[in-house]
């Protein structure tokens, strides 16, 4: 994830209306329950954990899947040094409805996206995604079953900027809500009613990613340079973000989460005890 391989195009759409909004969901999954059943169950975190990344995670909760990251009493360091670098850690464990809250200092830099992602193996997304270029406000969007639309995306200011100090931002997701929060305040309020009457509502057990990337790589599509803010000038680096730690509440208490039909409804997934 959050590499540029598996980055897809921009929504044509939102180019020919010049709204350069970010409206790229998930396209590969290991196994898509939509589209099978006997997918491997999801390893459940089934807890509540506050990870502090000023040493490194235990392997059994946390695996590395792009590059090196770096944990130190700033916290963990995802840094882009040249191109190509998109360092990025992922939990093993999944959460099935739940809570995040992370202290985190963004990445300046024209074209370098700080994110973090939950995805589901059906392609349920919830992001918050920074701009480097721009250090006054977080982007939030969601993704139902690997589906998006530009307009889902929504922007919010950052008192005090993202990039010079750590903020709170806080997720709280159950099967009637998600809900964004930046330092205690709660900007955006998500219904599954609203989320195209809960068909594209995330609703399935996810996976945290944790990663920097460069969108404004020359290899990207025009328009992912340009909703980056433009080409990533690699002399100007190295480019670093800062997560200080990762609170994780699982609201469910399973073992592990199975798909038990194709529809992807949160009703059809059975935790296992
Ligand atoms: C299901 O599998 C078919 C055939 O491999 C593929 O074309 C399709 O995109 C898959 N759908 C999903 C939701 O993964
Ligand atoms: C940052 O983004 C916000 C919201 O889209 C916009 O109003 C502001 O002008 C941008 N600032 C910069 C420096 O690009
Ligand atoms: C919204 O849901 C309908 C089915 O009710 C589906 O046909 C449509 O593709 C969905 N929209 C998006 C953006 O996925
Ligand atoms: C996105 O939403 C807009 C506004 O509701 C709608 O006009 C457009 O067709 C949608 N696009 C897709 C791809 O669903
Ligand atoms: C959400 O889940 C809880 C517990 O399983 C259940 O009691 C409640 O009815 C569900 N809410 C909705 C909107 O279905
Ligand atoms: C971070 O924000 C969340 C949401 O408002 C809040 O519940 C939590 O207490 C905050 N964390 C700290 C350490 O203040
Ligand atoms: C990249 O940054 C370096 C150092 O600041 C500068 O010399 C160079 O002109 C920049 N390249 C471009 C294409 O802007
Ligand atoms: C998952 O659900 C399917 C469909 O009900 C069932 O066949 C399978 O045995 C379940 N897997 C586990 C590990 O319980």
Avoid at 7 to 26: F, K, M, N, W
Avoid at 29 to 46: I, M, Q, S, V, W
Avoid at 163 to 190: A, F
């Amino acid at each position: 994830m959050l590499s540029m391989s598996i980055r897809s195009l921009i929504l044509p759409a939102a180019l020919l209306l010049g709204t350069l909004q970010h409206v790229e969901a998930q396209t590969t999954t290991a196994c898509n329950p939509l589209n099978t059943t006997g997918c491997p169950t999801d390893p459940a975190f089934g807890t509540d954990y506050n990870f502090v990344f000023n040493t490194t995670p235990a392997e059994g909760a946390w695996e590395t899947t792009a590059g090196t990251v770096d944990y130190t009493d700033n916290g963990a360091e995802f840094t882009i040094n040249k191109q190509g670098d998109s360092p990025t850690i992922r939990t093993k464990f999944y959460i099935f409805f739940g809570r995040v809250e992370l202290w985190w200092k963004v990445a300046p830099g024209q074209g370098i996206i700080s994110s973090m992602m939950l995805l589901s193996d059906d392609l349920d997304e919830v992001d918050w995604e920074f701009l480097g270029a721009n250090g006054t406000v977080v982007e939030t969007n969601y993704f139902g079953k690997g589906k998006g639309n530009y307009t889902w995306e929504g922007d919010y200011a950052v008192s005090g900027g993202t990039t010079s100090d750590y903020h709170n931002y806080t997720l709280d997701w159950t099967n009637s809500s998600l809900n964004w929060y930046i330092d205690g305040e709660h900007v955006r309020h998500l219904t599954p009613e609203a989320a195209n009457n809960s068909v594209n509502y995330p609703q399935s057990p996810m996976r945290l990613s944790l990663g920097i990337w460069a969108g404004g790589d020359p290899t990207e599509p025009l328009g992912t340079i340009e909703w980056a803010g433009g080409e990533t000038n690699y002399s100007n680096g190295p480019y670093t973000m800062y997560v200080k730690s990762c609170r994780i509440t699982d609201y469910n208490t399973g073992t592990a989460y199975n798909y038990t039909d194709m529809s992807g409804d949160w009703q059809s997934i059975e935790v296992i005890k």
